[in-house]
């Protein structure tokens, strides 16, 4: 035997020219020469790798060049792994195939290791476990295997790749920037003065306990596998699906959109306010109008400001990103200003003092002197206030009755932390609008009329009403912001580590400063001070600001500056976040919004965006637009915890958080202080959120992307469905809850669409979307040949059940016969106590047409199994003449002939049906037939009551069928219709008698040609060859000998089962076959002739009598009906009699546009008990 070789260069690729010949090349040195890899493959390919040896034929070799070496051929791979390791193992350069699903990889390189043949297959679609690892190394590579179930759209996205950030940075400082804003610098110290410490202490906790709750849920969550870029979105839609993460992901857009525009607020009046009030465009001298001028002012400036911060972030976010710092610099300044004034203000207190006029604070804007008069030179001088309160400046003038009679005195606004206020602080000072901020302590005598001799005194009055749950709306604000770590998690470095860590952290920290700063406040301010929202009586300072050290200008800017910041984070985060919405394809309507500059920059949203945060400019009220975004933020927050609870609870096989610090308990515990915060906060604007999300869930179930991601509301939906179906598993149901679960058998043509689609409508229109509809369909063949067929034909089902709204499942069966496939489905559809109990079915209308002569054969045996199996049936003739969905009658009847009680199902279909748009307008009426010794007026009184009882509204008619002689007609006919049966069955048996007998006999004749091959195999070679050829092309050998062909006759003439033919030795000759042929052709001439000398069978001249009958009273009747209903009888016991029973149907229902011939289950479906 001769051994084959392949010659190979030698390795490591073709030498340099001019280099010599005998020189060892680098790779020999290496180890290739001695069949060991190099470790990694070469940085700089071969310009020329030569190609791989194209396989000799065996005995053959290769003509051998100089410089060549003979290897053997079990030594090929190692040498081409030296020769191109990048082709083997792990060799695959992981920057060339990011992906698993690599396309560029060629197919036969995979294949290469002879070792892992057996895998060939699996290969092909399933990646090796070492490749799969290589590339799983760095996940940000990978789309698919990032984004969990997802489908391919998927991986067009771009990824950006950023510096990694750590805990710190990343996370802990921008959740900082967020948490800290506008609400501590600007509300504060108003909230303390009105709620008191105590329910200001409780207003905080309470918020810091919802988010810390909702932390370490998102904590569970984001350690539960890689999440990418989307965040907290993410994190809620996959896992509680794109119908809730639609919903909450477009709350939580609108929540951060509505930031944008507090924070854009936050930053005028602060510049309108503290650092530029005469930049203020609209003026006005009464109070009331003051405070229209100033929401103008904030209208305006507000509009200019937001269009600036758009054009900044359009221009470029990473000006943005490099200012974040700046901004988070300027909170952490301003909050370290506070507590070191806090601490200045143990020692040395500032000199800041307040004016009173009894008990009420007055404004210092219009004053300097707080007193009513001073003596200047001896002589008494009445001051500014003076002039407000009188009619005049001299002492003299008539003053404000309540000016008259009470002091002025003027009290340190801010008297330190050791001054003991703490006491008079502690408790609430709510107050109506318009109210004065007064000292509780302070004596005063109310005056018995107030003259006002100006429009507007200087009081320092309250501009909205106050109470505890309109400051839980306001202060909430404050305390989002927690997910400013999450939504960063595709640029962290370890975000499972940093986004739990960081966020924890920084909750931890604003609760102490915000806990800490509410005693400080109340420790050291006074409580009128507290409640001056604008420091109007500190001329119009910063309350704040005045505790601050070294300068209340700190505080100022620094408010400003973080403000403004924190205004351009929202713009720039709200934008992408509602791109990803619009990417992941949920909500159909927000495509547009998903397309953006060619780097990536949401532009269409960025637009979207602006104009949702000028309506809240609009508003101009930092106090209005705060608790709006409290309601977004706080939905998202409850959709987080359940998202927890939900996945815990389940069990889920794919939850296995990092994470270990979480229950259900504290989710849930959570998710209910969400929900309570929300009405605390204000009950309308709670629900008018709640309907926004309802209106977007329903929307996206309805018109949105199917998406399968593996969340947990289908995790509970399987739960549910579970314990449900073991619930209703226990004996059928009673016949108060008893509907049609219908099956609906449908026929495919040979492109696996739908024959007769209108079945779906009739199904739609009976069931209205109520109980349990499976759409079965049956393909013949073998499962392994007809799998894509079958993949087809239910997508074109689905697609139809889809147009027609039929809610309901598809499912198919592939079966060696169309027979065994629909008595599969009778049997086995359907899963516990949701089986069907109806089957429906077309009428099937080719049924006498010669070329499918026994599709009855099937449809009569399917009646049968439904009989069997104790379930309805409902069969519709001319099914294509049924009305759409979209139709209307808007008069006309539905009949229900009623001859034979079958447990009520005639009497539940027409009112099943009414409840449809389609047969609403249309009545019902209820014909039965009374036979001679039936008394028909008691029958109909009868009828009517059993009516009444049933609760259902129809027309009440008795049909008498008078006896008499049958006619000639019907003979006729019946004659006619036996005569075709025998036909049609003689056809049949003679065609399967051939076929058996040919079968048979040559199974016979091979054993006894292989007994004569023995001796002489070409002679009978020959005989074979000399009998076969010519009778074939003439027409079907018929090898039949005599027992059968007397069983042939016998068959004919009684109508009686062909006998089984028995295996009979025969001796083969030319003429004995020829003799053969003959007798059976006499014999089946003779048959046929025997045809037309029958007399019709008296069974079934009777059962043609009353079909023909009772088909004529139902023309009468119901010709013009919309609808007629009948009674279906049953199928003959002997099976011989099935083409006869068709034939039964068809005159029945002869001249009728539309019927459904329904078959009861053999029990009681409605009931007149309630």
């Known amino acids: 035997m001769s051994q084959r070789f392949v010659v190979t260069p030698a390795a490591g690729g073709p030498r340099e020219?001019?280099?010599?010949?005998?020189?060892?090349?680098?790779?020999?040195?290496?180890?290739?020469?001695?069949?060991?890899?190099?470790?990694?493959?070469?940085?700089?390919p071969s310009p020329s790798p030569s190609p791989l040896p194209e396989a000799l034929p065996a005995g053959q070799r290769a003509p051998r060049e100089p410089g060549t070496k003979v290897v053997k051929d079990d030594a090929l791979p190692i040498?081409?792994?030296?020769?191109?390791?990048?082709?083997?193992?792990?060799?695959?350069?992981?920057?060339?195939?990011?992906?698993?699903?690599n396309t560029d990889m060629e197919r036969e390189n995979i294949y290469e290791g002879k070792n892992m043949a057996l895998f060939e297959e699996e290969m092909d679609s399933n990646p090796m476990v070492s490749s799969l690892l290589n590339k799983l190394a760095n996940y940000t590579n990978l789309s698919q295997g990032v984004?969990?179930?997802?489908?391919?759209?998927d991986s067009k996205r771009k990824e950006i790749k950023a510096p990694r950030m750590g805990t710190f940075i990343g996370v802990y400082l921008p959740c900082?920037?967020?948490?800290?804003?506008?609400?501590?610098?600007?509300?504060?110290?108003?909230?303390?003065?009105?709620?008191?410490?105590?329910?200001?202490?409780?207003?905080?906790?309470?918020?810091?306990?919802?988010?810390?709750?909702?932390?370490?849920?998102?904590?569970?969550?984001?350690?539960n596998g890689v999440v990418p870029a989307g965040g907290s979105y993410y994190m809620i839609s996959r896992s509680l699906g794109p119908e809730f993460g639609g919903a909450v992901g477009l709350c939580f857009y609108l929540g951060t959109t509505f930031a944008g525009a507090m924070y854009i607020l936050g930053t005028i009046e602060i510049f309108l306010t503290y650092i530029s009030p005469s930049a203020a465009i609209f003026h006005s001298e009464d109070g009331e109008g003051e405070n229209v001028a100033m929401l103008n002012n904030m209208r305006v400036y507000g509009t200019c400001t937001l269009a600036l911060m758009a054009m900044v972030v359009f221009v470029g976010v990473k000006y943005v990103n490099k200012l974040a710092l700046v901004f988070l610099a300027c909170v952490i300044l301003s909050i370290l200003a506070i507590y070191a004034g806090v601490i200045k203000t143990a020692f040395d207190p500032p000199s800041i003092s307040v004016c009173l006029l009894g008990n009420r604070t007055l404004s210092k804007r219009a004053f300097d002197t707080c007193a009513k008069y001073e003596y200047r030179n001896n002589e008494t001088v009445t001051t500014d206030l003076w002039k407000l309160f009188c009619n005049g400046s001299m002492l003299s003038a008539k003053c404000d009755d309540y000016f008259a009679q009470n002091n002025v005195t003027e009290i340190k606004g801010i008297p330190g932390i050791a001054s003991g206020i703490i006491r008079e602080n502690l408790w609430s000072a709510y107050a109506d609008k318009g109210a004065f901020v007064e000292k509780k302590d302070k004596p005063s005598i109310p005056a018995s009329e107030e003259i006002k001799f100006i429009s507007s005194p200087p009081y320092v009055l309250t501009d909205i009403m106050t109470y505890f749950t309109m400051l839980v709306g306001i202060y909430f604000p404050s305390v989002t912001g927690i997910m400013a770590g999450s939504n960063r998690?595709?640029?962290?470095?370890?975000?499972?580590?940093?986004?739990?860590?960081?966020?924890?952290?920084?909750?931890?920290?604003?609760?102490?400063?915000?806990?800490?700063?509410?005693?400080?406040?109340?420790?050291?301010?006074?409580?009128?001070?507290?409640?001056?929202?604008?420091?109007?009586?500190?001329?119009?300072?910063?309350?704040?600001?005045?505790?601050?050290?070294?300068?209340?200008?700190?505080?100022?800017?620094?408010?400003?500056?973080?403000?403004?910041?924190?205004?351009?984070?929202?713009?720039?985060?709200?934008?992408?976040?509602?791109?990803?919405?619009?990417?992941?394809?949920?909500?159909?309507?927000?495509?547009?919004?998903?397309?953006?500059?060619?780097?990536?920059?949401?532009?269409?949203?960025?637009?979207?965006?602006?104009?949702?945060?000028?309506?809240?400019?609009?508003?101009?009220?930092?106090?209005?637009?705060?608790?709006?975004?409290?309601?977004f933020f706080l939905m998202c927050y409850m959709f987080v915890n359940l998202a927890c609870a939900v996945q815990t609870l389940l069990r889920t096989p794919n939850w296995r958080p990092r994470f270990k610090f979480y229950h259900w308990t504290l989710s849930f515990l959570g998710m209910s202080?969400?929900?309570?915060?929300?009405?605390?906060?204000?009950?309308?604007?709670?629900?008018?959120?709640?309907?926004?999300?309802?209106?977007?869930?329903?929307?996206?179930?309805?018109?949105?992307?199917?998406?399968?991601?593996?969340?947990?509301?289908?995790?509970?939906?399987?739960?549910?469905?579970?314990?449900?179906?073991?619930?209703?598993?226990?004996?059928?149901?009673?016949?108060?809850?008893?509907?049609?679960?219908?099956?609906?058998?449908?026929?495919?043509?040979?492109?696996?669409?739908?024959?007769?689609?209108?079945?779906?409508?009739?199904?739609?229109?009976?069931?209205?979307?109520?109980?349990?509809?499976?759409?079965?369909?049956?393909?013949?063949?073998?499962?392994?040949?007809?799998h894509q067929e079958a993949q087809r034909a239910e997508e074109n089902i689905r697609s139809l059940m889809g147009a027609e709204k039929t809610k309901g499942f598809c499912q198919l069966v592939v079966s060696s016969s169309l027979r065994d496939g629909m008595s599969h489905l009778i049997q086995s559809a359907g899963l516990g106590g949701m089986k069907h109990n109806t089957v429906l079915m077309a009428w099937p209308e080719s049924w006498k047409q010669s070329d499918n002569p026994f599709s009855w054969k099937n449809f009569v045996d399917t009646i049968r199994d439904t009989t069997a199996a104790q379930q309805a049936l409902m069969?519709?003739?001319?099914?294509?003449?049924?009305?759409?969905?979209?139709?209307?009658?808007?008069?006309?009847?539905?009949?229900?002939?009623?001859?034979?009680?079958?447990?009520?199902?005639?009497?539940?279909?027409?009112?099943?049906?009414?409840?449809?748009?389609?047969?609403?307008?249309?009545?019902?009426?209820?014909?039965?037939?009374?036979?001679?010794?039936?008394?028909?007026?008691?029958?109909?009184?009868?009828?009517?009551?059993?009516?009444?009882?049933?609760?259902i509204s129809a027309e009440v008619e008795v049909v008498e069928m008078v006896e008499n002689d049958i006619s000639a007609f019907t003979y006729e006919k019946t004659l006619m219709m036996e005569q075709r049966s025998q036909m049609l069955k003689q056809m049949q048996l003679s065609k399967n008698e051939r076929e058996r007998e040919i079968q048979s006999i040559s199974n016979e004749s091979r054993c006894s040609i292989r007994r004569k091959s023995r001796s002489s195999p070409q002679s009978i070679g020959q005989d074979v060859q000399a009998l076969l050829p010519n009778d074939s092309q003439e027409e079907e050998a018929q090898l039949i000998h005599d027992r059968n062909t007397a069983s042939h006759s016998a068959a004919v003439a009684k109508t009686k089962e062909v006998a089984t033919p028995e295996k009979v030795?025969?001796?083969?000759?030319?003429?004995?076959?020829?003799?053969?042929?003959?007798?059976?052709?006499?014999?089946?001439?003779?048959?046929?002739?025997?045809?037309?000398?029958?007399?019709?069978?008296?069974?079934?001249?009777?059962?043609?009598?009353?079909?023909?009958?009772?088909?004529?009273?139902?023309?009468?009747?119901?010709?013009?009906?919309?609808?007629?209903?009948?009674?279906?009888?049953?199928?003959?016991?002997?099976?011989?009699?099935?083409?006869?029973?068709?034939?039964?149907?068809?005159?029945?229902?002869?001249?009728?546009?539309?019927?459904?011939?329904?078959?009861?289950?053999?029990?009681?479906?409605?009931?007149?008990?309630?």
Not at 17 to 28: D, H, L, M, N, V
Not at 79 to 100: A, Q, V
Not at 760 to 767: A, E, G, I, P
Not at 906 to 928: A, E, N
């Open 176 to 223: 900082l920037q967020n948490i800290l804003g506008v609400i501590l610098f600007l509300r504060l110290t108003w909230i303390v003065g009105a709620a008191g410490i105590l329910e200001s202490f409780i207003i905080v906790f309470m918020c810091c306990t919802c988010t810390m709750l909702t932390a370490i849920s998102m904590s569970a969550i984001a350690t």
């Open 673 to 786: 202080l969400c929900l309570a915060l929300m009405f605390i906060c204000s009950w309308y604007y709670a629900l008018f959120a709640m309907l926004i999300a309802g209106c977007i869930y329903k929307y996206i179930e309805y018109r949105g992307a199917e998406k399968e991601w593996g969340d947990g509301i289908r995790g509970l939906s399987l739960n549910a469905a579970r314990f449900a179906l073991l619930r209703v598993e226990h004996g059928p149901p009673h016949t108060k809850n008893w509907r049609p679960q219908v099956l609906v058998m449908l026929n495919l043509d040979s492109e696996q669409c739908v024959k007769h689609p209108r079945l779906l409508s009739f199904n739609t229109q009976l069931k209205a979307g109520k109980g349990l509809t499976i759409v079965g369909s049956v393909l013949e063949g073998t499962y392994l040949d007809k």
């Open 147 to 153: 984004v969990e179930h997802e489908e391919d759209e």
């Open 17 to 44: 020219q001019g280099a010599p010949s005998g020189a060892a090349s680098e790779s020999e040195r290496s180890g290739c020469g001695s069949l060991r890899p190099s470790p990694r493959p070469s940085p700089r």
């Open 489 to 631: 998690s595709g640029d962290l470095r370890d975000a499972q580590k940093s986004i739990p860590t960081g966020t924890i952290l920084a909750i931890v920290t604003t609760s102490f400063i915000y806990l800490s700063c509410i005693v400080l406040f109340g420790a050291c301010i006074e409580g009128v001070v507290l409640r001056d929202k604008f420091g109007e009586a500190l001329k119009g300072k910063l309350v704040i600001g005045m505790l601050a050290w070294p300068s209340p200008w700190v505080i100022v800017i620094g408010s400003f500056f973080s403000t403004c910041g924190a205004g351009l984070q929202s713009l720039t985060g709200a934008p992408r976040l509602l791109q990803a919405i619009a990417r992941d394809g949920i909500v159909p309507f927000l495509q547009v919004f998903g397309h953006g500059k060619a780097n990536g920059e949401p532009t269409w949203a960025l637009l979207l965006t602006a104009l949702i945060c000028e309506i809240g400019i609009l508003i101009a009220s930092l106090d209005s637009v705060a608790p709006i975004l409290s309601m």
């Open 1065 to 1170: 030795q025969m001796t083969w000759t030319k003429e004995k076959l020829i003799s053969e042929k003959h007798k059976n052709k006499d014999t089946n001439a003779a048959g046929f002739r025997d045809l037309f000398t029958l007399k019709p069978n008296q069974s079934n001249v009777r059962r043609m009598h009353t079909a023909v009958k009772l088909n004529g009273v139902v023309l009468n009747k119901s010709q013009d009906a919309q609808l007629v209903l009948l009674n279906m009888p049953g199928p003959p016991k002997n099976r011989q009699g099935d083409e006869n029973y068709m034939e039964f149907l068809e005159v029945l229902t002869e001249g009728l546009n539309r019927v459904l011939l329904v078959r009861g289950g053999g029990r009681e479906v409605i009931t007149i008990y309630s």
């Open 875 to 951: 069969v519709a003739k001319n099914i294509d003449m049924f009305p759409q969905n979209q139709e209307r009658f808007s008069e006309g009847n539905i009949d229900v002939w009623w001859i034979v009680h079958d447990g009520g199902m005639l009497m539940l279909l027409p009112f099943l049906l009414r409840q449809h748009k389609v047969w609403r307008k249309c009545r019902m009426r209820i014909f039965t037939v009374a036979q001679m010794d039936d008394n028909s007026i008691q029958m109909k009184k009868d009828l009517q009551m059993f009516l009444y009882h049933l609760r």
């Open 79 to 101: 040498l081409h792994y030296c020769r191109e390791p990048s082709r083997y193992g792990d060799g695959t350069p992981r920057e060339n195939s990011p992906f698993i699903n």
